[in-house]
């Protein structure tokens, strides 16, 4: 049983799309449980607990705050390709087995692609999010996301939003109106995670296929495949198996930073062969305080980009340094002009184990909270124990 909160809306970047043509014809399912939400008022009452509840456990309270994504997409022929247009109570109404796992809530943030979010979303998500853990009476909350950038949000959730209340950030790789769509289990995944007394005190995580991640080190590595996420390290949190949460790690303490009302702008600049300083200084024109640099290996580039980067630096732009390759640590290990040695010691800091839109996240709440020099220093490089060593 679910009730809908109205919360808080965003203009929806495309307009509601009639599936029911759609779906009727590849998932009768589905057409069934959209067509009985039709018949439904959006403003569900909340149920009476204790009356659902008289002869039976009570049910953990889980809230959902969609935002749009693939999840909450569906095919339209005219223009040969999948929009938005599903509503997150509709979401829930495809999975009616939820019933038996929580009390679920729902609210419709937005309804856009994660290509769409901006640091601008990420702010007015995060102050939502602690308004809903801060007036209690919840277990949990689930927000369904974009995968494409669905990593960048939670990883920005989890720097902001303090709590022990479970974050559980969720999405699909197909269209709900697929006949094979992943969401459905996706988020039936995220609600059993958010349930879970032992995911209180772990930070935001990402549930897709069954596989736990944390926001700090899950990232995308598929374009379309349903087991699309990875752990940076290479071990998973967890997995949901059969509606079974199993945790096979612990978490590492979580890094912590202030919500502010605006951030900095911060670019990533990438280094390839034959790369020079041009997307840099196209970057400082347009006014960036900060820098990632997606080096190559363990954290070099190039003379040409060294030359811009120490411009950059003496100019009191902060610049850190990341890396394209998808495991493994940046490290100081280069002296020649542009490696990682040369770097750090003309002022650049080590982003440690994080990606480079990670990083990127990471030096605009730093920057925004008056973070520079060696404070920032100690910010990046405070996780990584072979930079501290």
């Known amino acids: 049983m679910f009730w809908f909160d109205k919360g808080e809306f965003s203009n929806l ?18 057409n069934t449980i959209m067509s009985d939400f039709t018949q439904r008022s959006d403003h569900l009452r909340k149920p009476d607990r204790k009356a659902v509840h008289a002869t039976g456990p009570v049910l953990p309270r889980i809230h959902v705050v969609a935002t749009g994504g693939t999840i909450a997409m569906q ?51 995060a102050t939502r999010l602690k308004a809903i853990v801060e007036a209690g009476g ?12 669905m990593e960048e949000t939670a990883f920005f959730l989890d720097l902001t939003v303090r709590g ?7 999405g699909a790789q197909r269209p709900a109106s697929a006949s094979d769509a992943d969401g459905p289990r996706n988020l039936r995944d995220a609600v059993q995670l958010a349930a879970c007394p032992a995911s209180r005190g772990r930070g935001v995580m990402i549930v897709m296929r069954g ?3 944390t926001a700090c080190e899950a990232t995308k590595t598929f374009t379309e495949d349903l087991d699309a996420f990875e752990s940076h390290s290479g071990t998973d949190l967890g997995q949901v198996r059969a509606g079974q949460v199993r945790f096979t790690r612990q978490t590492l303490p979580r890094r912590q930073l202030p919500l502010p009302e605006d951030l900095p702008r911060v670019d990533i600049i990438p280094m390839y062969a034959g790369a020079d300083d ?3 200084r196209a970057a400082l024109a347009r006014g960036a305080a900060g820098l990632v640099i997606s080096a190559v290996g363990a954290g070099n580039v190039n003379q040409a980009l060294f030359d811009g980067i120490k411009a950059a630096l003496e100019a009191g732009v902060s610049v850190v340094i990341s890396t394209r390759v998808p495991h ?9 002009a542009g490696g990682g040695m040369s770097l750090r010691k003309a002022g650049a800091v080590m982003a440690g184990d994080l990606t480079p839109q990670k990083a990127r996240v990471l030096l605009m709440l730093a920057l925004a909270a008056g973070e520079r020099g060696e404070t920032l220093r100690e910010r990046f490089e405070e996780h990584s124990v072979s930079l501290r060593s």
């Open 328 to 336: 493994g640590l940046v490290r100081p290990l280069y002296a020649y």
């Open 278 to 280: 041009s997307a840099l």
């Open 211 to 213: 596989e736990i991640h």
């Open 138 to 149: 919840i277990e949990g909350i689930v927000v369904t996301h974009g995968t494409d950038t």
């Open 13 to 30: 970047s495309y307009p509601p799309v009639d599936i029911s043509y759609l779906v009727g014809s590849v998932n009768p399912v589905y």
């Open 164 to 170: 022990e209340i479970p974050i559980v950030l969720t």
């Open 75 to 125: 095919l339209d022929p005219e223009q040969e390709g999948a929009i938005p247009g599903v509503r997150g109570t509709d979401l829930i109404r495809a999975v009616p087995e939820l019933d038996q796992i929580a009390l679920v809530s729902v609210e419709e943030f937005s309804n856009i692609p994660s290509e769409h979010m901006t640091p601008a979303h990420w702010t007015r998500l």
